[in-house]
């Protein structure tokens, strides 16, 4: 297994420039199961879960064809309605399989993912949504069997304890677009990566109204048609290199990236003392008289502060001059960090779903291991912090969310190394 070798002490400095956004990428690919003819979509960045995610839709038929520096050729001229466990268990976003299946077959079978580190993760509200749509649905031998013969439009409230759900909305929008009548979804996700996504459908000829917002309205149409369309950049990724070039007190400019989709982030790093230079999709940080402030942080879905950005923040407030409180609320177990930011110095406890932070410890290098994307992120910055140098084990985590990180890296002036253990 690979793992990563990191000198720390570093201060970031540099150009990087974020790809193509992973969550936008994964159900606009399946959206090309929609129609028989040809997707092409751009921007899409070089991720272990998008590869994953064009075999899957390959397996179910289509012609799937990357034609080099992110563009990606999709055509379901004919499609199965049969996801297997094999195809399905490593990939959790393969359950928005389910909405286009639904639309354009009236039919699917597609298996359950299993559990995930962060958390349950159940989708409830995905099938809720489904049957409010007139399906029957039913969950035997871990399968998830759909008959959408009768699929007619609905209103839904797709809301459950942790707020809206953001592949739940992916998935009951692309059920419904050829569902005869109206739908209206209520608490829909206003993720960024949600509006791209219906922007993709709207370019496929789909009816959709209230982008953006938690109200969307959708009027069935016959058929949907091939699309060209060129994804938005990552906001997590770009999160993470802005939190990183604070934590290092670097100087980075950061291109391509929509500053409106991070406004709960700048709004945290508000009077921490950086030069915030914004040139058109770039944005300049010289963080060199940083001035690292604990923060009181609550996640929450879009556009409060993303449970996707926690982990890293965690990490940002063990260097902050006083106590930081993280809550978790999207994904209240989300916090396996903890326990690998200890091994490194950190002084972290946590009360329930809150990570209690009391900064100013300096962070030394060690031994730690990644136990999913977003933890990944988390100690990979605070390896740049640490004193001497870290190994982060399975560090295939990172590289499912972060495309080229070794190359970005190296370009910032880290010293690092790729080694097999
Ligand atoms: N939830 C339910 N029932 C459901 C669906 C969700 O109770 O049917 C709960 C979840 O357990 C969670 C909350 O609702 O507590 C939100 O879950 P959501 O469905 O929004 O998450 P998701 O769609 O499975 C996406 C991203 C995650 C990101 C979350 C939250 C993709 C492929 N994944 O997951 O990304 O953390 O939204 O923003 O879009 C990552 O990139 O590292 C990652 C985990």
Not at 11 to 36: E, R
Not at 50 to 61: C, D, F, Q, T, V
Not at 166 to 177: D, K, Q
Request: proline fraction near 4%.
């Amino acid at each position: 297994m690979d793992a990563l070798k990191i000198k720390g002490d570093v201060k970031l400095n540099g150009t990087v420039k974020v790809s193509g956004s992973k969550n936008a990428c994964l159900p606009i690919f399946v959206s090309a199961l929609l129609t028989d003819e040809v997707c092409v979509f751009r921007n899409v960045p070089d991720l272990s879960d998008l590869r994953y995610m064009a075999e899957i839709i390959e397996a179910l038929g289509a012609s799937v064809c990357n034609e080099g520096n992110g563009t990606w050729r999709i055509q379901a001229k004919e499609i199965s309605t049969l996801a297997p466990y094999d195809l399905v268990r490593k990939m959790r976003a393969s359950v928005c399989l389910l909405g286009p299946l639904v639309s354009r077959k009236r039919k699917a079978r597609v298996s359950l993912p299993g559990g995930c580190v962060i958390g349950a993760r159940p989708i409830d509200l995905h099938l809720k949504g489904l049957r409010a749509l007139n399906c029957d649905v039913s969950i035997e031998g871990g399968y998830v069997n759909i008959d959408a013969s009768r699929l007619k439009g609905a209103n839904i409230f797709l809301g459950g304890r942790h707020g809206s759900t953001v592949t739940g909305t992916a998935n009951i929008i692309m059920a419904s677009l050829c569902a005869e009548g109206e739908t209206i979804i209520e608490n829909a996700a206003c993720e960024p990566e949600i509006a791209d996504l219906c922007l993709c459908l709207q370019k496929m000829g789909a009816d959709i109204e209230g982008i953006s917002s938690p109200t969307i309205k959708i009027r069935g149409v016959k058929k949907l048609r091939g699309v060209d369309h060129t994804v938005i950049p990552d906001r997590i990724e770009a999160g993470t290199w802005i939190i990183a070039t604070i934590a290092t007190k670097g100087k980075v400019l950061i291109k391509s990236i929509d500053k409106s989709h991070l406004s709960s982030l700048f709004d945290v790093l508000k009077n921490t003392n950086c030069k915030f230079d914004f040139r058109a999709e770039d944005l300049y940080i010289d963080a060199s008289e940083a001035k690292i402030l604990p923060v009181d942080v609550v996640t929450m879905p879009y556009p409060n502060f993303p449970t996707d950005l926690q982990a890293q923040l965690c990490t940002l407030s063990c260097l902050a001059g006083g106590i930081s409180i993280i809550t978790e609320r999207v994904y209240p177990e989300r916090f396996m960090h903890i326990a690998e930011l200890l091994r490194m110095g950190a002084d972290i406890s946590r009360e329930g779903s809150s990570a209690i932070i009391k900064g100013a410890t300096p962070l030394s290098g060690a031994e730690v291991m990644a136990s999913d994307l977003r933890a990944s992120a988390a100690l990979l910055i605070a390896a740049l912090c640490a004193r001497g140098e870290s190994t982060i084990h399975r560090i295939y985590h990172l590289d499912r969310g972060y495309d080229s990180i070794d190359e970005k890296l190296k370009s910032l002036g880290v010293e690092l190394k790729r080694v097999k253990i």
